[in-house]
């Protein structure tokens, strides 16, 4: 995850519905694009000033706007109005630390989620918030910045075959963006699994000095993954209640099938936390074992030279009277005695299994 520039303190004091961007800095232009689509035909284009954004009222008519980029306050403004999305929503969209929601307002229906993007060569996850406003004709996506993962959805409207995403609403068109964001999830589980299954063959084979680091590293990840999903959990029973006309019924089991998904999510990340918490006790573990084999092998050191010092002792006690001292062989049979007594003490502890 990258760090955030966060903004927090300029909110205080101001009145609800002031627009203050919280999140990373950012300095690139606000990049807005547009989809005018019916089963008949598809019109796409780049709109450089919200302004010039028109809106056509019409049933047959389908609009998506994806606004890339939530750090200008005017721009989001504009955009706001020309909908007419309330303050408080517009204020929830420039808030990039928000927690995920679903909100039913009279004219359109309002959520915020993360989507997560799995970065390979840093094999970390990274997150972006996503904010989606649609009502029956219009459906408005913010993000923080350019790149996501809607491509299939985008594919489907570009076709010049008819499809379903063009013949339902926008309703639908939710739900199709909703589903990308959370297969990307499924990606993201099979990279972070398989990271898991490398550590566990890692710590097992015990050459990596550093694998506490990288178990922690990725229990962190997991982190910041179970709270992006838990709230899914949320919005998905917000939909299946369908508290809105927005909402149409052939609609709700394509989101039935999402809350499904989600559940799975949830269910797999729990099961790789407890995964790597197994990882974190196995390597405590095979630390003890290995501090245990090591002190058993320096006791049984001791417990060899103990008899040896002894005998040495003994022998080297000056006393006036001591036959041995006199031996020509005294000294090659004590040090015989010595290594007879270490070997045979060698041999019972191996007998013993102690070594």
Same mark, same amino acid.
């Given at each position: 995850?990258?760090e955030k520039i966060v903004y927090k303190s300029e909110k205080t004091g101001t009145p609800p519905g002031?627009?203050?961007?919280?999140?990373?800095?950012?300095?690139?232009?606000?990049?807005?694009?547009?989809?005018?689509?019916?089963?008949?035909?598809?019109?796409?284009?780049?709109?450089?000033?919200?302004?010039?954004?028109?809106?056509?009222?019409?049933?047959?008519?389908?609009?998506?706007?994806?606004?890339?980029?939530?750090?200008?306050?005017?721009?989001?403004?504009?955009?706001?109005?020309?909908?007419?999305?309330?303050?408080?929503?517009?204020?929830?969209?420039?808030?990039?630390?928000?927690?995920?929601?679903?909100?039913?307002?009279?004219?359109?229906?309002?959520?915020?989620?993360?989507?997560?993007?799995?970065?390979?060569?840093?094999?970390?996850?990274?997150?972006?918030?996503?904010?989606?406003?649609?009502?029956?004709?219009?459906?408005?996506?913010?993000?923080? @910045? &350019?790149?996501?993962? /809607?491509?299939?959805?985008?594919?489907?409207? $570009? +076709?010049?075959? %008819?499809?379903?995403? #063009?013949? =339902?609403g926008s309703d639908y068109l939710a739900y199709a963006l909703l589903d990308s964001i959370i297969d990307?999830?499924?990606?993201?589980?099979?990279?972070?699994?398989?990271?898991?299954?490398?550590?566990?063959?890692?710590?097992?084979?015990?050459?990596?000095?550093?694998?506490?680091?990288?178990?922690?590293?990725?229990? @962190? &990840?997991?982190?910041? /993954?179970?709270?992006?999903?838990?709230?899914? $959990? +949320?919005?998905? %029973?917000?939909?299946? #209640?369908? =508290?809105?006309?927005?909402?149409?019924?052939?609609?709700?089991?394509?989101?039935?099938?999402?809350?499904?998904?989600?559940?799975?999510?949830?269910?797999?990340?729990?099961?790789?936390?407890?995964?790597?918490?197994?990882?974190?006790?196995?390597?405590?573990?095979?630390?003890?074992?290995?501090?245990?084999?090591?002190?058993?092998?320096?006791?049984?050191?001791?417990?060899?030279?103990?008899?040896?010092?002894?005998?040495?002792?003994?022998?080297?006690?000056?006393?006036?009277?001591?036959?041995?001292?006199?031996?020509?062989?005294?000294?090659?049979?004590?040090?015989?005695i010595m290594l007879i007594l270490a070997l045979f003490m060698l041999y019972y502890f191996k007998k013993?299994?102690?070594?």
């Amino acid at each position: 995850m990258k760090e955030k520039i966060v903004y927090k303190s300029e909110k205080t004091g101001t009145p609800p519905g002031t627009l203050v961007y919280i999140g990373e800095e950012r300095k690139e232009e606000v990049s807005i694009s547009k989809f005018l689509y019916s089963d008949k035909f598809v019109e796409e284009e780049v709109i450089l000033d919200p302004e010039n954004i028109t809106v056509p009222r019409s049933e047959n008519i389908k609009y998506w706007v994806d606004v890339d980029g939530i750090h200008n306050k005017e721009v989001i403004e504009k955009v706001g109005k020309i909908f007419d999305i309330h303050p408080l929503t517009l204020e929830d969209i420039m808030n990039s630390e928000h927690r995920p929601k679903l909100e039913y307002h009279e004219d359109y229906i309002f959520i915020i989620l993360k989507m997560l993007t799995y970065n390979e060569e840093k094999e970390k996850i990274e997150s972006e918030q996503v904010s989606i406003v649609f009502c029956d004709d219009f459906l408005v996506s913010f993000q923080e @910045k &350019t790149g996501d993962v /809607f491509g299939p959805v985008r594919k489907l409207i $570009r +076709e010049k075959n %008819s499809n379903r995403i #063009k013949k =339902e609403g926008s309703d639908y068109l939710a739900y199709a963006l909703l589903d990308s964001i959370i297969d990307n999830y499924y990606y993201i589980l099979e990279k972070t699994g398989e990271r898991i299954e490398i550590l566990e063959d890692e710590l097992i084979s015990g050459y990596d000095s550093d694998i506490m680091n990288k178990i922690h590293e990725l229990k @962190k &990840t997991m982190t910041i /993954f179970r709270r992006s999903a838990w709230p899914l $959990r +949320e919005i998905m %029973s917000g939909f299946l #209640k369908n =508290e809105s006309s927005i909402i149409r019924e052939q609609t709700i089991p394509f989101i039935r099938d999402l809350y499904d998904h989600v559940v799975q999510i949830i269910e797999t990340i729990e099961i790789s936390r407890d995964n790597l918490s197994n990882l974190i006790d196995l390597y405590l573990s095979n630390s003890s074992a290995k501090m245990n084999e090591t002190m058993k092998v320096l006791t049984i050191i001791a417990t060899i030279f103990i008899p040896l010092t002894f005998i040495a002792g003994v022998y080297g006690m000056n006393f006036e009277y001591m036959p041995e001292l006199t031996w020509r062989a005294g000294y090659p049979l004590i040090m015989g005695i010595m290594l007879i007594l270490a070997l045979f003490m060698l041999y019972y502890f191996k007998k013993k299994k102690w070594l």
